[in-house]
Nanobody, 119 residues
Framework: QVHLVESGGGLVQPGGSLRLSCTAS????????LGWFRQAPGKEREGVSS???????TYYADSVKGRFTISRDNAATVSLQMNSLKPDDTAVYYC?????????????WGHGTQVTVSS
């Protein structure tokens, strides 16, 4: 059974940075990528970024391109470096497995970590 645990959220001022980490266990080979989606209060879930399990190809939502960087630290850990944060980035961020290259095609996810961008 897949188990995903996120860490690294918190409160940061606009323009600041945070680094999220996800540790996975129980992963099989039947997923395409590991990554992140987020959900802000009153809004739908939004795929943020993923990294392919096979070749390390990365995918980003337009809203975070150039500001966020995803990396696979090892077989069980994926990180999301978030720079130039904006108040619109405020959300609960979930680590997730993705079934394809599409950022809305997530399968299993963790409990999430809160990111708040505010002055």
């Amino acid at each position: 059974q897949v188990h995903l645990v996120e860490s690294g959220g918190g409160l940061v001022q606009p323009g600041g940075s945070l680094r999220l980490s996800c540790t996975a266990s129980g992963l099989s080979l039947d997923y395409y990528a590991l990554g992140w989606f987020r959900q802000a209060p009153g809004k739908e879930r939004e795929g943020v970024s993923s990294i392919s399990n096979s070749d390390g190809r990365t995918y980003y939502a337009d809203s975070v391109k150039g500001r966020f960087t995803i990396s696979r630290d090892n077989a069980a850990t994926v990180s999301l470096q978030m720079n130039s944060l904006k108040p619109d980035d405020t959300a609960v961020y979930y680590c997730a497995t993705f079934r394809s290259m599409w950022l809305d095609d997530f399968g299993t996810w963790g409990h999430g970590t809160q990111v708040t961008v505010s002055s």
